[in-house]
């Protein structure tokens, strides 16, 4: 039994006052229990105030990003240690837009997974091809680099959830068909299994990649699609508890 995972991206969104605001009304519509696991992954700066709220309650907090080295001369940069004392349980490993805008590649996203692991917190690890990568029929190809170069040495993968977001679709408006969403996180889900045996089972697959209220019954009830990564629909949380609501079915 995989328990759903929606989680909410903000990315360079919210100051703290905003953040404030918002977890108040989420807290609001998420009552005692939610009945699906509900994370909310803010900006390094509203993390602290997004701890003190979420503390009393089951909804879980991620980091957007974390650097693998415990510490050490990386101006501007923040360590999975670090974040791992903020309370924060998930953290996004290789978010398409930090490989693209950041350089960040398949070694240094390994390193970041590892270090996520090593100090008991959960990965996010993202994965996705581009719409060259799709058109030249090469998608499954990159993803499965991906995969394989993050967790290449992963010995015990508990906790980890793999986010398949094909770039293309990321914040775009226009969402990978249900069908192609199931056949990527069916593969993923054959290479978990065939990588990690029996505990590959139990690995959590989002699909992200503009998912809004309207469409995310027709991904959320996919077989092999336990969650959604959401990025522009999520700045709202009503319309982030919507999407929510569609992974309780
Ligand atoms: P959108 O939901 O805005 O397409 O973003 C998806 C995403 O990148 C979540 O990490």
Redesign the pocket.
Known sequence: MRIPIV?A?W?MHKTIPEARAYLKRLIELAGQDPGVEVVV?PSFTALPAAAALLAPTPLGLGAQDARPESAGAYTGAVSVAQVADLGVRYV?CG???RRKLFGEDDALVGRKVRATLHHGLAPIL?VGETLDERKGGRAWAVVERQLGEALASVGDPDGLVI?Y?PVW?????V?AQPPAAQAMAARIRGWLRKRFGSRGEAIRIQY?????PDNAREFLSLPDVDGA??????LDPDAFWAIVRAARG
């Open positions: 989680a991206n990315k992954i996004l978010h398409s837009e993202c986010a977001e679709a990321i914040g775009t408006g969402a992200g990649g503009s998912v809004r990564l959401v990025g522009g629909a999520s």
